[in-house]
């Protein structure tokens, strides 16, 4: 369904998709808000230009496992994608109770409260597949500035095709999923859901850029933050003599343990623990591909993905230095 409007700067009719909030004329190229409920619309300038952020690319490779020597002198850019994406960031907050099973420590009818807070950044575009990494992309909100129109002709640039509705109730959603969570986590009793707040903070349209590179004819690509450089996602090709080492290095280690677990008679459990922690290991299962995927921090996911697989005293330490 689609909407006709008039833009506001050169007086001609074009048509929107219904419920779109900002539009850009196709005639003149001036962006205005179409729904009036949402009056804050942001942007994030480009700090890193096409070059730096290759430069940086690269440099960022090198600290990685089992990069050529020569990756630098034969890895040419061969072109580069700015894509200007808009996000809705929204404030959720949700409060829930447990009611507790009787027990030796809780008595029948004892209530323990919880309450979840998080930062919603939820693209108000359909993102293509290459760039789907960014639907748990994240950012803070200090350094933005209100929008200009200018970045509209500033690489690609995607219209807001999802309302403030849709953004609100993604929040709810992901906000009483994550208290759920903590409530299953700590209670073994019944969850309750007591309420849920939002507060829509506007449209935030936030710079990447997409990298496109080749190392020996093997094409890569790279997605960059604009914005502070960071290499959000990376390809590199791994030499084969650090493949060959790591994979010796993996076999020594499980075969002398397999031996020796045959003979007191716990071989299968040996193996067994040897390839869990092995495989677990995020390094491991690249020594045995070609082209590497890197990036340069933590995300909350990894965090807490390490951070489960992990007991609970070390969890606790974990935390403490990727937060402190």
């Not at 689609?2 to 074009?14: M, Q, V, Y």
């Amino acid at each position: 369904m689609s909407l006709e409007i008039k833009c506001e700067n050169c007086f001609a009719d074009f048509k929107i998709p219904h419920k779109v909030p900002v539009a850009t004329c196709p005639y003149c190229g001036y962006t205005f808000v179409v729904d009036k409920n949402i009056t804050e619309i942001y942007y994030f300038k480009v700090n890193f230009d096409s070059s730096k952020v290759f430069e940086k690319l690269l440099r960022f490779i090198l600290r990685n496992f089992g990069v050529p020597k020569d990756f630098i002198s034969n890895t040419y850019l061969t072109g580069y994608t700015l894509h200007y994406i808009p996000f809705h960031t929204v404030k959720a907050e949700a409060k829930g109770i447990c009611e507790y099973k009787e027990g030796i420590i809780f008595r029948k009818g004892y209530k323990g409260k919880f309450i979840q807070v998080l930062d919603a950044y939820i693209p108000a575009s359909p993102l293509p597949i290459n760039l789907e990494i960014l639907t748990r992309f994240k950012f803070g909100l200090r350094g933005r500035e209100y929008f200009k129109p200018r970045i509209t002709k500033m690489g690609k640039y995607y219209l807001v095709q999802y309302d403030k509705e849709y953004a609100l109730n993604l929040a709810r959603i992901k906000v009483q999923e994550e208290l759920m969570k903590d409530i299953r986590s700590a209670c073994a009793g019944r969850e309750i859901l007591e309420e849920i707040k939002t507060e829509y903070l506007g449209i935030t349209y936030y710079p990447f850029w997409e990298i496109f590179y080749q190392y020996k004819g093997e094409k890569l690509r790279a997605i960059i933050d604009a914005t502070n450089g960071r290499v959000l996602y990376s390809e590199y090709i791994i030499d084969p003599k650090a493949r060959k080492f790591a994979s010796l290095a993996a076999i020594s280690v499980i075969i002398p343990s397999t031996i020796i677990g045959s003979i007191f008679g716990f071989g299968g459990f040996v193996i067994g623990l040897l390839v869990g922690i092995l495989s677990s290991s995020p390094s491991f299962p690249k020594i045995f591909k070609k082209k590497i995927k890197a990036k340069e921090e933590f995300t909350e996911f990894d965090i807490r993905t390490i951070m489960l697989k992990l007991p609970k005293t070390y969890s606790k330490g974990f935390k403490f230095l990727i937060f402190r």
